[in-house]
């Protein structure tokens, strides 16, 4: 499955190492089962409290004192180090020039036409990084964010008041969440207690704690601002909390807790414009998501994720109305991958896919998380919207695999006809697939220029652009020009298109006139 992410104009700041998801057309089939018999048993019990938090007739709170007691020791500051390389070549640029070195030597410690350099670089050295970490079980096992401890060659744990030190080792981690498993040599800790982050409502009150800014323990309190945030580009599975407590550097892997000091979420990343500051727009993993990392890592060493075979998009007002949906909800598939478990169990480019083993699919992230959280190996129902109608498929998945995806930008082309008001094609031959690097496979007309001031040529996920090729025109397959001017012709309003864009297929609806 595939969403591509969206560009932000802000930067997203990363509080340790600041370092198209598209499922592959291949994947290695997984005996699940065999699998299973090989998965360790989780070496401790988690300490969960599901209950629903009062809402109603709470009364003033008047200080949040006796919850940070509780819950603060369990919250420790993490500390990395790792050597950073020297880059070659002298310090300043104007060092490197030939005329330089002629008279004072190369940068290599040795010397040049007898002259030896006088500024030599400086030998590698140590980088440090500071985050939180959540004490999970009393025996050290501490989740965090994966970029505080990404490339650490060195993690050492304080905890409690005292600041007790301890070495870490990474037990795993997981870089499509940003959730680490570390652990310390550790006995009788204080752990913190779960609680399901699904229950979470907008605007319950949550305490962020963590250790910003190197300095000691801090805790800021905020509401929940938002709920299943993504496309922020930060990681490749996004469901993040929103808050408007406090967060800055250092704060990453610390928790978000509820009134009663429950772990609802692993604080992860700011919104922060030019501008190390917080300003009020926090994500913070949800606890489910790093209890079912954290699960997986301890049970297989690793995240095993579902594999379906399918690129997905939103579902817009105007696609559903061209799809003849009740409703613009669900996940549209945009292509299928041969020989996947989609493939196999007859999905199709257009379905919409609404339900996924009995939960309604509300958007294609809903989707991705649920078959990435699905065990490879078992079967998938699923409920979706062809020809106007409902129909029920079964899938058996596979285990995901990563997989690369190679784009090119196309050129431009003179050769075309009219198509569409503003939009010029041209029939696929061999010249202009060279032009266009159009792959031997993708059968259509290639889109040749877009006016700027046509409908076609309006910002958003229904643009069109040269390079494009049209593969369908209102469901119908066109392999000519002759056939996409024939398919468009007599048609009203919004034009029904499925495009091949940069290696990635999509349909879009692009209306006949500016209006």
Known sequence: M???????????????????????????????????????????????????????????????????????????????????????????????????????????GGEDQNNPRIFPMPKPRKQTGLGSGVIVSPEGYIVTNNHVVDV??????????????????????????????????????????????????????????????????????????????????????EDFIQTDAAINPGNSGGALVDIQGRLVGINTAIVSPGRVGNLGIGFAVPSNMA??????????????RGFL??????????????????????????????GTPADQAGMKAGDVILEYNGQKVTDPRSLRLAVSQTPPGSKATLKIWRDGKEKIIQAVLKERTPEDVSASAPKQQEENSTFLPGVEIADLNRMVRQ????????????????????????????????????????????RTVQEALQAVKGTSGNVLLRVWSKGITHFVVVPRSNK
């Open 152 to 237: 650490a060659e060195e993690i050492k744990v304080l905890v409690g008041e005292q600041k007790k030190e301890f070495a870490g080792k990474i037990i795993g981690k997981d870089p499509l969440t940003d959730i680490a498993l570390v652990k310390i040599e550790a006995s009788g800790l204080p752990s913190i207690v779960f609680t399901d982050s699904d229950l979470v409502e907008v605007g319950d009150i949550v305490l962020a704690i963590g250790n910003p800014f190197a300095l000691t323990q801090t805790v800021t309190m905020g509401i929940v601002s938002g709920k299943g945030r993504k496309d922020i580009g930060i990681e490749e599975y």
């Open 435 to 478: 032009q266009f690097e159009i792959p031997p496979d993708v059968q259509g007309v290639v889109i040749v220029s877009v006016d700027p001031e046509s409908p076609a040529a309006r910002p958003g996920r229904n643009s069109l652009q040269p390079g494009d090729v049209i593969l369908e025109v209102q469901h119908r397959p066109v």
């Open 291 to 304: 209890r079912y990392v954290m699960d997986q890592i301890l049970k297989n060493g690793r995240v095993i």
């Open 2 to 108: 595939n969403q591509s992410k969206k560009f932000h104009p802000f930067f997203i700041f990363f509080f340790g190492f600041v370092f198209v998801f598209l499922l592959s057309d291949t994947a290695k089939s997984l005996n699940w089962f065999s699998q299973n018999k090989e998965a360790k048993p989780i070496p401790f019990q988690l300490q969960t409290d599901n209950t629903p938090i009062q809402r109603q007739n709470t009364g003033l709170i008047s200080s949040f004192a006796p919850i940070v007691k509780k819950v603060a020791p369990s919250v420790v500051e993490i500390f990395t180090t790792q050597k950073v390389k020297a880059p070659e070549g002298w310090i300043f640029p104007f060092f490197n020039d030939p005329f330089f070195r002629r008279f004072f030597g190369p940068p290599d």
């Open 309 to 338: 075979g399918v690129t997905i998009s939103e579902v817009t007002p105007d696609l559903a109305q061209a799809f003849k949906l009740p409703e613009a909800t669900g996940a549209l598939v945009e292509q299928v991958s041969p």
